[in-house]
């Protein structure tokens, strides 16, 4: 079972998928001429800035807080902690590749979800990729969008929403601080409960709080490493450099990687990670307060900037100044000893602290995700039931490690996506027109 679903898995995530997110990602960035370059200060200054005064659910800055509380996850320690021992520091610039395209397929997704978005039974907003298929495509489209509901609620209940992050955040308090994993699992289970049972207003209003602060610890954590070997800097961004064109030499428990092998990982772990074109950010996009698609667009950009160019680069630089990825150790063992070799005392608890709100905030995330994917195929009724299996399989979370489950989880986020690349690809024009509307409402109110 595990042998044909790993080999699955492969096929979905090789190089078919990865050349079409990339694909579409380049074919944006030619036909918004370059949005994430030329716009991404005033994306920046927007997700302050934003009147969030059109209809929604929650301020732009919210919607984006939710965004990355699902993006910015154990991806963003374990992953690029993996993509580096896989394909050497090359791997890395990799990343930036997928995130840099990337940029411009986030905008275009959000745009969208905004657009296409329509109100519930409940009076709630319900957007992304589920309505933009049906409502922009056509009916004759349907097909397309229950697929990508249907994987999107699998990927919710067995994928990155539960068991991924709740086994990611036992183990490590067990192993840092000694927490017997039942009583993690309980805390952890009664704090979901409490947060998911509101809904999206209580998800967006813990997420606004704990994602800046989190993502600013782990901002303060990484760049003090990076000061205290400020003189190897330098030279670990020639060796990213170096590596992502040429082969990657063995060093210490590191076996050296071709050219093809740092690239494909970057870019699975960098789209893994930024979930740009994988269609799950638009959901929660679609529910941001604003008259315009594409402001909201712009904001929701800015997530895969701050998830990937931000934090995966402060990770993966940790890890290459420290030499801790040419040692033995793997995923979270090795971005933890990269933290301990500069702080001996303190390393493994705030990385604890870190991996522990990551994976928490994921965990928000993607609840509602699964949310809006059951509401489309069964209607509201079905959401508070959706809710309550939710929060029974985080509870039996601690206790499965089937190894199954998590290829399972890999192969359906990877199947999300091609429901929503063709959409993407088919919807450009509409994309590309919003956008038009939009610039030339602000030459407007410039002008005045």
């Not at 978005?117 to 589920?130: E, L």
Request: glycine share 10%.
């Amino acid at each position: 079972m595990l042998e044909m679903l790993t080999a699955i898995d492969d096929f979905v995530w090789g190089p078919p998928l990865l050349v079409l997110l990339v694909g579409t990602g380049i074919w944006l960035t030619i036909r918004l001429r370059l949005i994430q370059v030329f716009k991404l200060g005033s994306a920046l200054k927007l997700i302050f800035s934003a009147k969030s005064d059109g209809s929604g659910d929650v301020t732009s800055f919210k919607a984006l807080c939710a965004a990355l509380a699902a993006t910015v996850g154990t991806g963003n320690i374990v992953g690029v902690a993996t993509a580096v021992k896989a394909g050497g520091p090359g791997a890395l610039f990799w990343m930036w590749m997928a995130a840099f395209f990337g940029m411009a397929t986030k905008y275009a997704e959000c745009l969208l979800a905004v657009k296409y978005r329509t109100v519930d039974k409940n009076g709630d907003i319900s957007g992304g990729p589920m309505y933009y298929i049906e409502n922009g495509l056509g009916k004759a489209y349907k097909p397309l969008a229950v697929a990508f509901a249907a994987f999107g609620i699998l990927c919710a209940y067995f994928g990155i929403g539960t068991f991924a992050q709740v086994n990611s955040i036992v183990e490590i308090t067990q192993i840092t601080a000694g927490i017997p994993v039942m009583y993690t699992g309980i805390a952890l289970t009664i704090v979901v409960a409490a947060v998911t049972i509101g809904g999206l207003k209580s998800i967006a209003s813990v997420a606004g709080k704990v994602v800046p602060a989190m993502a600013l610890l782990y901002f303060l954590t990484t760049v003090a490493i990076l000061i205290a070997m400020a003189d190897k800097v330098p030279a670990a961004i020639a060796m990213v450099l170096q590596d992502a064109f040429t082969p990657a030499a063995a060093q210490g428990g590191f076996l050296g990687a071709t050219v093809m092998l740092a690239m494909r990982s970057g870019v699975a772990r960098g789209v893994f990670s930024n979930e740009s074109g994988l269609g799950s950010a638009p959901i929660v996009a679609a529910a941001a307060k604003t008259k315009w698609a594409a402001e909201q667009g712009l904001v929701s950009m800015t997530g895969t900037f701050i998830d990937t160019i931000i934090i995966c680069s402060l990770t993966g630089l940790s890890l290459i100044v420290t030499g801790a990825w040419c040692g033995p150790l793997k995923g979270a063992a090795m971005t933890d000893a990269a933290f301990v070799s500069v702080f001996p005392v303190w390393g493994s608890m705030l990385l604890m602290v870190g991996l522990v709100l990551f994976a928490f905030t994921t965990i928000l995330g993607w609840n509602y995700y699964g949310e809006r994917c059951v509401e489309y195929l069964m209607g509201v009724k079905a959401i508070m039931p959706y809710r309550v299996i939710f929060i029974i399989l985080i509870a039996c979370g601690p206790f499965l490690k089937l190894e199954e489950i998590w290829v399972l989880a890999d192969i359906v986020n990877g199947l999300m996506a091609i429901p929503n690349l063709i959409a993407l690809l088919a919807l450009t024009g509409v994309v590309v027109a919003e956008t038009k509307a939009y610039e030339k409402h602000l030459e407007e109110q410039k002008n005045k």
